[in-house]
């Protein structure tokens, strides 16, 4: 397929997913980004991400070139990483899976590492570089974070396989099993790949196959027929690993895992992509849909030595004590167990799973947002923006009122703040200021924290959300320095008192305010304020090991 517009060849970014960049406005601040977050090598958290997972999901293409995924699970400890750029899996695919033969010398390969009972994931790109009678060693060309959106929580367990129980069918169209199976699921993952392989030799390393991980309220994909599903494609990294492969080369391979029984569904297809046709509104919250026409499917029953259960929320859910408006856009609610009970505790930095209920028998929907009060407090407190597309901040902002019950699981996450030793800089960008509010709070609950430098930037005083709470700590702390920076601001802002700088946030700003560069830096807002200023402080000096930052 020839493509419309010219690529950059050493992106990280193949033409394809440059393509779906470009299409949705997104390629220029991807392309900054993508060498940053996409790595040929795994970080040490990752590694050990990898290696104390019981399963992955890999995506492989069969003899015939048909992108499929398989799981691939065995006891504690099958994985392990030599070094930065290999892991070596201690296992094989089971005999009649649809890639048993698939992970051979050479083969590109696709993983998606996904802990369901933390809802963290991490992705890697690369190719078999050997196999043995015992398991498979994969090199690695690009190794990325995910974010926990739409991953749906649950905890898990081993079983012994029972032999006896497990079957394997292959067919050509959805039988009703099937159709059941698919129609309350709640996660999937898709295989897709760029078509030439990858030159092993040629340096170029975004050309393997992808694995990833798509979720959504049970029911989020739709039957159309016997051969054919239709998937929406929600708001996401912006990275378009699946939709630019889909650009240049249409197959596709799903995998639904039925988590209660452990068995695999296996399907092999083309995809369309609808970019924006009436129909996409019939999907709540889909900016995008993928048409599946399957060819090929694979049923594994019963074969995993694994079962997932959903785990138990907060007991009684929370209730909503205080819904207060922070700004134009953002509103906080207050929430208490509704049981009186004491909360789970929580750690600055982390966010709140909550599950909403839309209306009478449709599925609940489940968000995360970053707690944004004190973790002393014995409430929590999510500041949400309203997003103009977004069912879950709609419905919090105009419908959810206090007294309302919420139900909600445990706080996560690991961007957390590190005991401080040295001064703390948090900096922030529109609603990215929530965890770092929580942050804030913890930094001055620790006699050890020498200041806290607060780098606060938002549009303008009406898009300013918890700005008047972090300037009451400034008065009661001498610890703290705010630099408030408005992009835009407007003619009853006052410079000097509402804000100190007018424009946005950069390293050089921050450099000027701070003595030296000595310091813990936690960042949270938009991707390409992410990328630049990290950059930014990595050009002044800062290593990696002092700039911390999630992206959302
Ligand atoms: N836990 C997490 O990881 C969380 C992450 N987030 C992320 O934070 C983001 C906040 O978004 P939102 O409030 O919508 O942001 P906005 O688009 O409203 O921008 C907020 C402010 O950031 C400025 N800004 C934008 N880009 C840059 C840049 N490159 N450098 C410096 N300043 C910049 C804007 O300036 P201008 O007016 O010039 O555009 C504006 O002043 C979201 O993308 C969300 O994903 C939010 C909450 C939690």
């Known amino acids: 397929m020839t493509l419309e ?9 193949h033409a394809g997913e440059q393509a779906a960049q470009e299409r949705v406005g997104v390629r220029s601040t991807l392309a900054h980004w993508g060498e940053k977050a996409i790595r040929p090598f795994f970080l040490e958290q990752h590694q050990s991400f990898f290696c104390q997972l019981p399963f992955v999901v890999a995506s492989a293409r069969d003899q015939e070139g048909l992108p499929w995924l398989t799981l691939l699970a065995d006891s504690m400890g099958f994985i392990h990483s030599p070094d930065n750029t290999h892991l070596y899996l201690a296992t094989h695919p089971i005999k009649g899976d649809a890639l048993e033969k698939a992970f051979t ?24 570089e050997a196999h043995d009678e015992d398991g498979i060693t994969f090199i690695v060309s690009q190794s990325y974070g995910n974010c926990p959106q739409y991953i749906s929580e649950r905890d898990w367990r081993y079983v012994d396989v029972d032999e006896s129980q497990t079957s394997v069918t292959h067919h050509q169209s959805l039988t009703a099993r099937m159709k059941d199976w698919i129609s309350s699921a709640d996660t999937l993952f898709l295989a897709s790949g760029h078509p030439d392989k990858s030159d092993p030799t040629s340096g170029v390393v975004n050309k393997g196959m992808d694995a990833s991980h798509r979720g959504g309220a049970p029911g989020f994909v739709t039957i159309l027929n016997d051969n054919k599903l239709v998937i929406p494609d929600y708001s996401g990294n912006n990275f378009f690993n699946t939709l630019g492969n889909l650009l240049l080369d249409p197959s596709i391979g799903l995998l639904f895992i039925d988590f209660e029984n452990g068995s695999l569904l296996q399907l092999t297809g083309r995809a369309g992509i609808d970019w924006e046709s009436e129909e996409i509104q019939k999907h709540p919250g889909a900016l995008r849909l993928l048409t599946i026409t399957i060819d090929k499917i694979v049923q594994l029953d019963g074969v995993l030595p694994l079962r997932w259960y959903l785990p138990e929320g907060i007991k009684g859910g929370l209730r909503v004590s205080n ?15 509704s049981l009186g009970e004491k909360l789970p505790t929580f750690r600055a930095g982390q966010h709140l799973p909550i599950q909403l209920s839309l209306a009478d028998k449709t599925p609940l929907l489940e968000r995360s947002y970053s707690l944004s009060n004190s973790p002393r407090n014995d409430h929590y407190r999510i500041s949400v923006k309203r997003e103009s ?3 879950g901040s709609s419905h919090l902002h105009e419908t ?4 309302n019950i919420i139900q909600a699981k445990k706080p996560n996450g690991d961007f957390l703040l590190k005991f401080p030793t040295r001064p703390v800089v948090l900096i922030s960008a529109g609603i990215g200021v929530t965890p770092l509010m929580s942050m804030l709070y913890e930094a001055l609950s620790f006699n050890s924290t020498p200041s806290v430098h607060f780098f606060y930037g938002a549009r303008n005083g009406e898009h300013a959300p918890l700005l008047t709470e972090i300037r009451n700590l400034q008065e009661k702390h001498n610890k703290v320095n705010l630099s408030v920076f408005f992009s835009q601001p407007n003619e ?8 100190d700088k007018q424009g946005r946030i950069t390293a050089h700003a921050i ?18 304020f992410l990328n630049e200023l990290i950059s930014g402080l990595e050009t002044l000096g800062a290593t990696k090991e002092q700039i911390h ?4």
Do not use: M, W
């Not at 517009?5 to 970014?13: K, Q, R, Y």
């Not at 819904?323 to 167990?337: D, G, I, Y």
């Not at 959810?400 to 007294?403: E, F, L, S, T």
């Open 323 to 337: 819904k207060t408006v922070e700004s134009n856009e953002v509103t906080s609610f207050e929430l208490v167990s």
């Open 400 to 403: 959810i009122q206090v007294g």
């Open 105 to 128: 010398k050479g083969a590109e390969v696709g993983l998606v590492g996904i802990e369901l009972s933390t809802r963290r994931r991490n992705r890697t790109n690369g190719r078999i």
């Open 492 to 499: 009853h802002d006052r410079l000097n008192q509402d804000y």
């Open 5 to 13: 517009i010219p690529h950059e060849p050493h992106s990280a970014f």
């Open 389 to 391: 597309r977004g069912l």
């Open 549 to 552: 930052y999630e992206h959302f």
């Open 511 to 528: 450099q000027q305010q701070l003595t030296n560069l000595d310091a813990d830096f936690y960042l949270c807002g938009p991707t390409s």
